[in-house]
């Protein structure tokens, strides 16, 4: 019998509430984890039923501390936030840095991410400077896929792929209340956007749940098994590109953090904070949260 080691964190948590933030298991033994081979980690994620679970292997390349590999519960991932920070946050809390290092490098399978330790919970990524990509305007097809009126869908701004690392078709909604009553249908989105750069949509509104926030989201993924994540790194990046570049918030200027609230509607309030760096232009997206410590424990599988 092989036992492996994981911990469970949430990540992206608000201290107001007492359960939120998007759940994680990292299975944090590099030993233990290359005794199995993908399709049992691909098991492994489905068993633990989270939006991801995490798999920390060695790393062949001199600049970085771990290799981190990212499993939804249908398929393998070459890049996730939350899975990003819950993971540097777990290899400091099992030793594989020391209490005073500041910044390490991960392999992820879209290349290296550096994360930065800003306090001993809260753990910030770069993402890539963010790319805009299409523009969709066919908002009766569209609002089909979510569940809501045509008339739900503001027409200030458009509705667009946005990425920072994974493209994300942003979708600005009228009103919180909108985007509270969505309903998904994960066929229908996967059937409408198959020959666009993701099927991952974004619903977004500058009406919020806490005045602290700036906008409130929701992200459905169900080309990746996730029909709704409580809270998504990937996205926040080019979440808050997307407001900044159309200036929903209606700012003098520019690279000030934007608060991004997620996750109420699945009880799992949740809080991320996108910052876009500018030099002459936009050259990278700071993501930055708050992990938890949750549970510690051990997997067993049959040699």
Same mark, same amino acid.
């Given at each position: 019998?092989?036992?492996?080691?994981?911990?469970?964190?949430?990540?992206?948590?608000?201290?107001?509430?007492?359960?939120?933030?998007?759940?994680?298991?990292?299975?944090?033994?590099?030993?233990?984890?290359?005794?199995? /081979? !993908? &399709?049992?980690?691909?098991?492994?994620?489905?068993?633990?039923?989270?939006?991801?679970?995490?798999?920390?292997?060695?790393?062949?390349?001199?600049?970085?501390?771990?290799?981190?590999?990212?499993?939804?519960?249908?398929?393998?991932?070459?890049?996730?936030? #939350?899975?990003?920070?819950?993971?540097?946050?777990?290899?400091?809390?099992?030793?594989?840095?020391?209490?005073?290092?500041?910044?390490?490098?991960?392999?992820?399978?879209?290349? =290296?991410?550096?994360?930065?330790?800003? /306090?001993?919970?809260?753990?910030?990524?770069?993402?890539?400077?963010?790319?805009?990509?299409?523009?969709?305007?066919?908002?009766?097809?569209?609002?089909?896929?979510?569940?809501?009126?045509?008339?739900?869908?503001?027409?200030?701004?458009?509705?667009?792929?946005?990425?920072?690392?994974?493209?994300?078709?942003?979708?600005?909604?009228?009103?919180?209340?909108?985007?509270?009553?969505?309903?998904?249908?994960?066929?229908?989105?996967?059937?409408?956007?198959?020959?666009?750069?993701? !099927?991952?949509?974004?619903?977004?509104?500058?009406?919020?749940?806490?005045?602290?926030?700036?906008? #409130?989201?929701?992200?459905?993924?169900?080309?990746?098994? =996730?029909? &709704?994540?409580?809270?998504?790194?990937?996205?926040?990046?080019?979440?808050?590109?997307?407001?900044?570049? #159309?200036?929903?918030?209606?700012?003098?200027?520019?690279?000030?953090?934007?608060?991004?609230?997620?996750?109420?509607?699945?009880?799992?309030?949740?809080?991320?904070?996108?910052? =876009?760096?500018?030099?002459?232009?936009?050259?990278?997206?700071?993501?930055?949260?708050?992990?938890?410590?949750?549970?510690?424990?051990?997997?067993?599988?049959?040699?």
């Amino acid at each position: 019998m092989i036992t492996l080691p994981y911990v469970q964190t949430s990540v992206f948590v608000d201290d107001r509430y007492a359960f939120g933030g998007n759940q994680l298991a990292t299975f944090c033994e590099t030993k233990a984890n290359a005794q199995i /081979s !993908s &399709e049992i980690m691909q098991g492994i994620a489905l068993e633990m039923n989270f939006s991801e679970t995490t798999f920390i292997e060695q790393s062949k390349l001199e600049d970085c501390t771990a290799k981190v590999r990212i499993f939804t519960p249908a398929i393998e991932l070459p890049f996730a936030g #939350h899975p990003t920070l819950g993971t540097a946050f777990v290899l400091k809390h099992k030793g594989f840095l020391s209490p005073s290092v500041t910044k390490a490098n991960l392999e992820l399978g879209i290349g =290296v991410i550096p994360v930065e330790y800003t /306090s001993p919970d809260v753990v910030r990524m770069i993402q890539s400077a963010p790319q805009y990509l299409e523009k969709l305007s066919n908002r009766t097809e569209l609002a089909k896929t979510v569940g809501i009126p045509e008339s739900a869908i503001a027409t200030d701004y458009p509705m667009q792929y946005v990425s920072t690392g994974h493209p994300f078709l942003i979708v600005p909604l009228v009103s919180l209340d909108a985007v509270q009553q969505a309903q998904p249908n994960g066929s229908l989105i996967l059937q409408t956007l198959k020959n666009q750069p993701s !099927s991952d949509i974004v619903l977004l509104s500058t009406e919020t749940v806490n005045t602290t926030s700036d906008v #409130h989201v929701r992200m459905f993924a169900p080309g990746a098994g =996730v029909l &709704e994540d409580p809270a998504t790194g990937s996205a926040a990046g080019p979440i808050g590109a997307y407001v900044e570049h #159309h200036n929903l918030l209606h700012r003098d200027a520019k690279g000030k953090s934007i608060i991004i609230e997620q996750g109420y509607e699945m009880r799992r309030p949740s809080q991320l904070i996108a910052q =876009v760096v500018w030099e002459k232009a936009a050259t990278n997206v700071l993501v930055s949260g708050k992990v938890k410590l949750m549970a510690e424990g051990n997997f067993y599988i049959e040699k």
